[in-house]
């Protein structure tokens, strides 16, 4: 009799492992990308044969000796709803899917910022009623090595109740790109707040750079560090506990627990669990968040080499080429003075050197006060100016004056731009992004009434910098003070919420920079 049972056992593991299984990535009311192979893969018992079919294409294949399967189907234009059926064992059908443009967005807590944390947010989400937008929300996970699957939720038309919690930043850039491309837009969010980059690279990219060094030896800082720190940071849970309890006997608002750090966030930990499942996953492109984690002063002179390590990592994991990689710069906050933000922003800048990149400069827009600035509209929608002009060829303005060179003059120096069409110098007034939705269209004013361009200082052979006194001549600004007759030096913002007010025609901002580099 324990014989039978056992037997059972056995056959019922055996049966239940020859069932075809797919990733959670791939599920009903998915998007799948226009223009490129349908991948669809999963496990199955080994060497078992797996039937695919999706608008009218069948295609075969067989698991490997671990049970590893994988078919493609041929490329199609947007268009649906549709069904796909995997046929083997067992048959699974996948119901409502579409075929579009499909996003990952990613980075930290700006990026995570949610609908319901706007300004208008319930005027915002109420009018989030876009069927052919399609949410897939992954699940926080770090892990040692990289995984095939992820833990997220599952794949959600936007309606108001689906949104609520989603990015905001990643939704206001898909409905402006469904808006005008006219087909379904899928985006899969996979970040978490107040990570840094070399959490979401892989440790084969950090360690083939031995330049990149440094990050393992923070690291090990924080490791020996850490018995010393939980004890610290349970000492805080207590004091936030008590605090809590006088606020509620008193009635008084109840404080805010403060921000730490989370021990998980190893390097390669979070592209592991959060990155790399995703990737045999086709797309159109990455939109990208982040940077305030690694502004300190351990971090931030490696972010330029980190970060434009971490695009390439992506790019070669997805195997698509050089695909769109859209990133906002960090915005305007009056952080803590060993943050070095103007270092951050300049390092982002460099990052533009990679092909198919495009940089989103948010420096008139935060909030000096408030780490999470609540207009993300602006945000999403220069990231969608970005994206329509550099993945999908529209011929429009998508950033602001970025600096290309520099040229001496007499006792001065001139700045030559990039999108610098109509360079003006913006009033505190003045509008933000083409088409916003949160500011009055742009106007320039007349000579006579122009504000003076703010922002700008120079310096000599000394290092010292002096606010400089700027004039806009066609694409170009000529800086000068009576301080530094022999001006060798120039930098833009150089703060960390600074004052400057350069703009093109188009209204968008012009990034902080310094020269030489």
Not at 291 to 308: I, K, M
Not at 381 to 403: D, H, K, M, N, T
Not at 410 to 419: T, V
Not at 439 to 460: K, L
Request: glycine residues 8%; aromatic residues 8%.
């Amino acid at each position: 009799m324990i014989l039978g049972i056992t037997s059972l056992i056995l056959f019922a593991t055996v049966s239940a492992s020859a069932n075809v299984t797919l990733p959670a990535l791939l599920a009903d009311h998915m998007v799948v990308q226009r223009g490129l192979p349908v991948h669809i893969w999963g496990t199955a018992a080994p060497h078992e044969s797996i039937t695919v079919k999706f608008r009218g294409e069948t295609k075969s294949g067989s698991a490997d000796d671990l049970g590893r399967w994988s078919v493609s189907l041929s490329p199609g234009e947007a268009g649906g709803p549709f069904q796909l059926s995997i046929i083997a064992t067992n048959t699974i059908t996948l119901d409502d899917v579409l075929v579009g443009e499909v996003w990952v967005a990613s980075g930290q807590s700006n990026m995570e910022f949610p609908m319901t944390g706007l300004t208008k947010a319930q005027e915002e989400i109420a009018a989030a009623q876009f069927p052919k937008i399609r949410l897939f929300h992954v699940k926080r996970k770090t892990a040692d090595l990289p995984l095939e699957n992820v833990e997220a939720k599952e794949w959600v038309a936007c309606t108001p109740e689906s949104v609520a919690d989603s990015s905001a930043v990643a939704y206001f850039f898909a409905r402006n790109l469904q808006q005008k491309l006219g087909v379904p837009v899928g985006v899969i969010e996979s970040f978490l707040g107040g990570t840094p980059a070399e959490s979401w690279t892989s440790l084969h990219a950090l360690s083939a750079d031995a330049s990149l060094m440094p990050v393992f030896a923070v690291r090990a800082k924080q490791l020996a560090t850490e018995s010393t720190n939980e004890l610290r940071q349970q000492q805080q849970d207590r004091a936030f506990q008590q605090a809590v309890a006088q606020a509620q006997a008193a009635g008084t608002p109840i404080p805010t627990r403060p921000w730490r750090p989370d021990f998980a966030w190893a390097p390669g930990a979070l592209y592991n669990g959060m990155i790399a499942p995703l990737t045999p996953f086709a797309i159109r492109g990455v939109i990208w968040y982040q940077g305030e984690s690694n502004s300190g002063p351990d971090r931030a002179p490696l972010y330029a080499r980190l970060f434009q390590t971490m695009i390439r990592d992506w790019r070669n994991a997805w195997g698509e080429g050089d695909f769109p990689f859209l990133f906002v710069q960090i915005a305007n906050w009056n952080t803590t003075p060993e943050a070095l933000w103007p270092e951050i922003r300049d390092a982002q800048r460099q990052a533009l050197a990679l092909r198919n990149t495009g940089m989103v400069v948010t420096i008139d827009i935060g909030d000096p006060v408030d780490l999470h600035p609540k207009n993300k509209q602006d945000v999403g929608l220069r990231l969608a100016l970005a994206a329509r002009a550099i993945a999908y060829g529209e011929q429009i303005e998508w950033s602001g004056p970025l600096y290309r060179q520099v040229s001496q003059e007499e006792h001065a120096l001139r700045l030559w731009f990039d999108h610098a069409s109509g360079l003006v110098a913006k009033s505190a007034e003045g509008a933000t992004a083409a088409g916003s939705t949160t500011a009055v269209s742009a106007t320039i004013s007349p000579a006579h009434t122009a504000p003076a361009v703010t922002g700008f200082e120079i310096a000599g052979t000394d290092g010292k910098y002096f606010p400089a006194e700027a004039t806009i001549e066609g694409e170009s600004v000529i800086v000068s003070d009576p301080a530094v007759p022999a001006p060798v030096s120039v930098r833009y913002g150089w703060a960390a919420s600074p004052n400057c007010n350069l703009f093109n025609r188009a209204g968008l901002p012009a990034s902080p920079f310094r020269t030489p580099e």
